[in-house]
């Protein structure tokens, strides 16, 4: 699951620079939540690549009007092919949803307690997702969403579930118009692709409006997990 996530400018920006080959710049949020505005890299149809901000919950351009009756900011990597809501724009409109770390929550003693994770010597993630574009008569929404896969065995023991995290060259794999099924459920192994760092943070941060820089500060030790595990 990726329910909460931040993004920083520097260095994220070096990622975006990495992936793109272009010098977008985001702005720093450091406590992003679902239905929020979050910034999303895709490409347009002629192959260049831009960046938008979106809504952090995908809403289908079928449907008849934006809901939050179901949870959309997150799609299950198992099951994009089969999905009403995920099946063309897993086809049509993959997108990259950069971040600096994200967070999660492991309960200790009866209490969640929240976790910021992050790549340990790289600029940030880059989260494979998903988006489409909504139009009603008097507005136009584009939206996102996170795909997830089952954790992997060390992340397990926080949440079952994670974000699918590309190495560039995966993102240049996800983002290619032409790649077939097969090479791109390949990307949803349930493995950690860079040394990953987890770290105890305040409960400021489980409060969504709090979005100042104490959302990050350090509670204690990290621990660290290694590639592959």
């Not at 099951?79 to 770390?101: D, M, Q, Y």
């Amino acid at each position: 699951m990726c329910g909460r996530f931040n993004v920083t400018s520097d260095p994220l920006n070096q990622l975006i620079v990495e992936i793109t080959g272009r010098g977008f710049v985001i702005e720093t949020k450091y406590n992003l939540a679902p239905t929020e505005q979050v910034p999303v890299l895709f490409k347009h149809s002629d192959g260049e690549w831009d960046v938008h901000e979106m809504r952090w919950w995908l809403v289908p351009y079928w449907a008849d009007a934006p809901s939050n009756k179901y949870s959309m900011f997150n799609a299950k990597s198992e099951t994009l092919h089969k999905s009403r809501a995920f099946r063309e724009p897993f086809k049509r409109r993959r997108c990259i949803v950069p971040a600096t770390g994200y967070y999660e929550w492991r309960t200790e003693n009866g209490r969640k307690l929240p976790l910021y994770i992050t790549p340990e010597d790289g600029n940030g993630f880059a989260f494979a997702g998903l988006w489409d574009r909504w139009k009603g008569p008097e507005q136009t929404i584009e939206s996102c969403t996170v795909v997830t896969t089952a954790a992997s065995n060390s992340m397990s023991r926080i949440h079952n579930r994670m974000p699918v995290c590309l190495s560039v060259s995966e993102a240049q794999t996800w983002m290619d118009p032409d790649a077939d099924e097969t090479t791109l459920k390949q990307l949803f192994a349930p493995i950690i692709r860079m040394p990953i760092a987890v770290t105890p943070v305040s409960t400021f941060v489980n409060n969504a409006r709090n979005k100042d820089e104490r959302c990050v500060e350090p509670l204690g030790e990290s621990e660290h997990l290694a590639v592959g595990s």
